[in-house]
């Protein structure tokens, strides 16, 4: 349960600025945390921490476990002595504005690879210590990890269910054959999660220093071509290849006459019930150990999942299915002591979820935008009927900016557009108190800081006042999201002063 009025700001380390391509844990980071403190928020909220698959997409990760070696600090690495210069002379000029992922990716690990190729030889007695006794704590997950990126490297980056059986199956004899084989570049790998432990865990020190605590994102399912799903089959339904034969979605509704296919494989819970959840607990733990409060999406899953055959091509064809419940979050609780969650409780959600939800204590989530426009103007959707236990958000990262949205709606610069769609336009700005549409995005602001919900979230680029063309993520795009990264100018003197100001008079200052 979240106890006091608390506000924060979404926005994912990516899209922070700096000279190498995007966003880094390092300087720009702790600069960032500096401002939220400056400006009384209590809470920064992030994406999936994990190393980024398909897509490009935090929430498609080699890894529940592993941190992003994409986000390790060059500026970092060569204030320790474990890169130089010269090393990063042939880095090339890229956006700052965007990421460029076909060309930061290649760069970067050209990087990081010289780094971990020095790592002996520069790292001092002490830090190649913590970096064995960080191999040892981690061993449950790091091990599998390690080798899993090295035998994908190996295979010119194919997914695992594509190499060769023995590897594809785990077979003893060749694990430890491909151990010997890839030693170095499993160490490397190993040198890559450890830089960026000890690079996060130093930025939320200086977070928790500065009176900020880290909300994090834990994806309800994981990528089919993860060391997660290689490690442990048994934990999913898979055929005897390790492709799934059941696969995540959501069916058919107001926003899609086909659904959505995930793709995802489905976990076999009744496997996971035999282990006490043991691997989602280690999970949760793994991801407590790097943030201090976590949204778990998709929270709806838990009571009742939507399984499509895989093989479908959409997600029409599915069927629901009992979830864990609350057995899984009693266990998990038991494990873990406090459930410090925040359940993405978006969508057509049923009573069964609320009464899930309601039972362990746990925040849902409510979006301003959905609020208003196309869903309609229902009762329990309007702000006032928000409940304090609840994250209230002006938007999220899979929704347009503010002003992006509000611009796209039907007839907002649009004089023939008809009766209706102005009427919708002229409600929303009459709930607001608005004569005109100008500064749209501060009254969202303004809207939820002074909501009833005890935390308030919004990200970056509604404070900035961006449009479209600052959104994160547009859900069902194949290309060309997670891109957007801000310049250290654009969070101005008098935005800070304006938040800081709203943050003080709804109750939702931190303490410092």
């Not at 980071?29 to 980024?52: C, E, I, N, S």
């Not at 990421?99 to 760069?107: E, Q, S, T, W």
Request: contains cysteine; neutral net charge.
């Amino acid at each position: 349960m979240l106890r006091a009025r608390a506000s924060g700001i979404l926005l994912h380390p990516t899209s922070l600025p700096g000279p190498w391509g995007l966003g880094e844990i390092g300087p720009q980071a702790a600069a960032f945390v500096g401002d939220l403190a400056a400006m009384r928020q209590q809470y920064w909220q992030v994406l999936p921490l994990g190393p980024t698959g398909y897509g490009d997409s935090p929430y498609q990760s080699f890894s529940s476990f592993a941190g992003n070696p994409l986000l390790i600090s060059f500026d970092t690495l060569l204030a320790e002595g474990l890169l130089t210069r010269a090393e990063l002379a042939q880095f090339p000029v890229l956006p700052e504005d965007r990421v460029d992922f076909g060309a930061v990716i290649p760069a970067r690990f050209a990087v990081l690879r010289a780094v971990t190729a020095a790592f002996a030889q520069r790292a001092s007695a002490v830090v190649q210590r913590d970096f064995e006794n960080f191999c040892t704590r981690h061993a449950g997950w790091l091990a599998d990890y390690a080798l899993f990126m090295a035998l994908k490297s190996a295979h010119g980056g194919g997914s695992w269910t594509d190499w060769p059986a023995p590897y594809a199956r785990r077979e003893a004899a060749a694990l430890a054959a491909a151990r010997e084989q890839w030693r170095d570049e499993i160490r490397a790998v190993c040198v890559l999660q450890f830089l960026f432990d000890r690079q996060w865990q130093t930025l939320r020190q200086f977070a928790r220093q500065s009176g900020i605590q880290v909300i994090g994102d834990v994806p309800i399912f994981v990528a089919q071509d993860s060391a997660d799903v290689w490690a442990h089959p048994e934990l999913f339904f898979l055929d005897d290849t390790g492709r799934p034969t059941v696969v995540a979605g959501v069916p058919p509704d107001y926003f899609s006459a086909t659904g959505q296919l995930w793709g995802n494989p489905l976990y076999r819970w009744d496997v996971h019930a035999a282990t006490g959840y043991a691997w989602w607990s280690a999970r949760l733990r793994r991801t407590l150990e790097l943030v201090d409060l976590v949204r778990l999406d998709h929270f709806r899953g838990f009571e009742a999942y939507w399984e499509i055959p895989a093989g479908e091509p959409t997600a029409i064809h599915g069927r629901w299915v009992q979830g864990p419940g609350a057995p899984f979050l009693a266990a998990v609780r038991d494990a873990l002591g406090d459930l410090p969650l925040i359940a993405e409780d978006l969508g057509l959600i049923t009573d069964e979820v609320h009464r899930l939800r309601d039972e362990f204590a746990l925040p849902g989530m409510r979006i301003l935008q959905f609020s208003f426009g196309h869903l309609g103007r229902e009762p329990q959707q309007l702000p006032e009927a928000f409940p304090e236990n609840c994250a209230v958000y002006t938007g999220t990262h899979d929704n347009d900016t503010t002003c992006g949205w509000f611009r796209a709606v039907p007839g907002a610069h649009d004089t023939r557009a008809g009766d209706a769609v102005l009427a919708e336009r002229a409600y929303i700005l009459n709930y607001l108190h608005k004569r005109k549409d100008t500064d749209i995005h501060w009254a969202f602001i303004r809207l939820a800081f002074h909501n009833q919900a005890r935390l308030a979230v919004v990200p970056l680029q509604d404070v900035l006042g961006l449009g479209s063309a600052a959104r994160m993520n547009t859900p069902g795009l194949p290309g060309g999201n997670w891109q957007w990264r801000f310049h250290r100018g654009a969070l101005t003197r008098a935005m800070k002063n304006s938040l800081t100001r709203l943050t003080v008079e709804t109750g939702r200052a931190s303490s410092r």
